[in-house]
């Protein structure tokens, strides 16, 4: 990654940070509409609740990776500031989206699945920030079209949205990181 | 008793009609949208794709499969692959695999191809 470009990413930063904040509390309305529709979940139940369940536990399941992916990059060493800031900014989304979906799982009357013992990273191929950034963006690029692909197969339409909201975060942090590493933030028009 | 869903996944990926060589490069490509859960050389919150052609559905030792993987009796070959790929929750309700699918059948090939070629790859050889 070039010096220039990190100078850009930096700039950028700022304005992101006020913009991802927003961002957050975007996320935190469709949170709070996601725990205001409790009553109607709950009583959804049956097959179709149970299978929602199921979807949003794979989510859980991939989030609470994400959390330690963000951990591992943070404490490598290889991470400066304002990048650093980034990445810990960005384990907190995930933070919050785990939290919200093992509530949510939880209402629908699954068991939310609890972080691993271990993650297998590939670590040995870290050597450098842009290795890290690069891990990452392949991480949250992953995680974009994993919530495309459950977006539409959800029964309950308010937990496609609560997904849809995840998938735009994941989306900016995507955008985010490939930028950083000197790569046009947005390749395409369109996500798969 | 072999499962009526297995049964008719079977069947339904008998009666696909043969599969066109695939494009690995453009495979490649299309893997990055399950980069979130799966990896080639080890479990994610999906399991690892070495060894997967010939593999038995739900078999990967100490991978925590939903039942309905574990009970389908699926063997992964192109023909099963591209059945589960294109609808994973109509090809075997209960997956964990809550995912719409790839309906682009190019797509699957390509993925598949991919898959087949990264078999290979010294990540799943050594």
């Not at chain 1, 700039?11 to 469709?30: C, H, Y």
């Not at chain 1, 950083?180 to 369109?190: R, S, T």
């Not at chain 2, 043969?18 to 859960?37: H, T, V």
């Not at chain 2, 023909?79 to 719409?100: C, E, H, I, S």
Request: hydrophobic letters at 45%; one cysteine or more; glycine letters at 10%.
């Amino acid at each position: 990654m070039s010096f220039l470009i990190l100078g850009n990413a930096t700039n950028m930063l700022a304005a992101r940070r006020a913009f991802l904040g927003r961002s957050g509390l975007l996320l935190s309305g469709a949170a709070v509409a996601l725990l205001a529709g409790r009553d109607a979940l709950a009583a959804k139940g049956g097959k179709s609740g149970a299978d929602d369940a199921r979807i949003l536990n794979t989510a859980l399941g991939a989030e609470l990776e994400a959390i330690a992916a963000y951990q591992v990059g943070a404490e490598s060493g290889l991470l400066q500031k304002p990048v650093l800031d980034l990445a810990v900014t960005f384990q907190g989304h995930h933070k919050e989206h785990a939290d919200l979906l093992a509530k949510t799982v939880a209402k629908l009357g699954g068991k939310p699945v609890s972080p691993k013992a271990k993650y297998s990273f590939p670590v040995e191929t870290l050597k450098t920030q842009a290795d890290v950034l690069r891990f990452a963006a392949t991480l949250e690029k992953g995680a974009v079209s994993a919530y495309l692909g459950a977006v539409p197969v959800f029964g309950n339409r308010d937990l496609a949205k609560a997904a849809a909201s995840i998938l735009g975060d994941e989306a900016m942090h995507w955008a985010v990181l490939r930028n950083a590493l000197g790569e046009a933030p947005v390749p395409a028009a369109f996500v798969s | 008793m072999k499962p009526l869903a297995a049964v008719a996944f079977s069947l339904a990926a008998a009666a696909s009609p043969a599969l066109a060589a695939g494009d690995a490069k453009s495979g490649e490509a299309i893997y990055s949208r399950c980069l979130a859960c799966h990896a080639l050389a080890y479990d994610r919150t999906g399991p690892r794709h070495c060894g997967l052609f010939g593999r038995r559905a739900g078999s990967v030792e100490g991978f925590e499969y939903s039942a309905a993987m574990r009970k389908s009796k699926i063997v992964w070959n192109e023909k099963t692959l591209d059945r589960f790929l294109a609808n994973p929750l109509q090809a075997v309700p209960g997956t964990a695999m809550g995912y719409a699918g790839v309906a682009d059948r190019k797509e699957r090939t390509d993925l598949i191809a991919y898959l087949k070629q990264a078999g290979g790859a010294p990540q799943c050889t050594k």
